[in-house]
């Protein structure tokens, strides 16, 4: 593990344009459960996934039972408002600060790359913490709507100020379309950098586990990938990832930091 960790410094020294991809593995130590490792919420609770396959055609049918059931239902990643970054976050925040990094892509919905420090962040599934318009796409906190007064007063969904469009969720739900703007960014930013980090991620879900492939093989430059995550992937297998760095996250980014530095400034 030690030579990668010195590889992937190198690599990224070297690099021109490098781009973080994270999911929920990079999570898990701030205490929130992934989905498909062993402690996973799927993995504990299959009944659980198939249920959340049934979340947006709800939304499409019928938004009032779809906000109600929401707001009666726990979240299955626990209270996000009291969790806290862990170091993988601050790892690349710190990377990001010391301009080796140029932006984050994550599956995750908890905000924590936000609250570790991280300027740029591509929430590809969306932000637990915020609402969307399902026609225009413009994002609310979700404090811009009292949704239990909605409720009181037979008035859900919310609906958009900007268009009237209906209001959802913005996380993004099983069998969801990726908002237009958020495939945007990130087909760009996996066609302009030349190093891409992926890390705590199964790399099943799709259209997500498309962005390396596109990196690795959607342009003449050659891209280098180097997966970071607790378990061989797909894209180990594949060999998509040109090597993987197998353990914790909280553990290895910051020692890939540690390496930058000390590499950057041998004094
Ligand atoms: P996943 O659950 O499918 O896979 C997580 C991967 O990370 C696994 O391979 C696991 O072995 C690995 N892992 C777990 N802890 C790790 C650690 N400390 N260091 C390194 N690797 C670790 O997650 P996914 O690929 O992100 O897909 C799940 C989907 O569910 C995502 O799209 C996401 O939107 C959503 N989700 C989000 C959160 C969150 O916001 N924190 C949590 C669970 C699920």
Redesign the pocket.
Known sequence: MENFIKQAAMDLIRSRYAIAL????????SG???????S???TKDPEAERRAYERFPQFTVDPKAYWEERLDSPSL?GDLDNIMPNP?HYALSALEKMGRLQCVIT????N?HQRSGSQYVVD??GN?FKLRCFSCNVRYAQEAFDLELLRRENELPPMCDQCGGIVKSD??HFTEPIPSDVVTKSVEEASRCDLMFI???????YP?ANLPRMAKYGKDEATVIIE????P?PLTDDRISDYLIQ????EILPRIVEEVKRLADPH
């Open positions: 994270t999911g929920a593995g990079i999570s898990t130590e929130i459960p992934d989905f498909r490792g062993p996973g919420v799927w990643l993988g599956q995750n919905v908890d924590l590809y599934h637990t996380t993004v890390c705590g991620t199964s790399a099943v879900v997500f970071i995550n607790a378990e992937t353990g914790k996250t909280g």
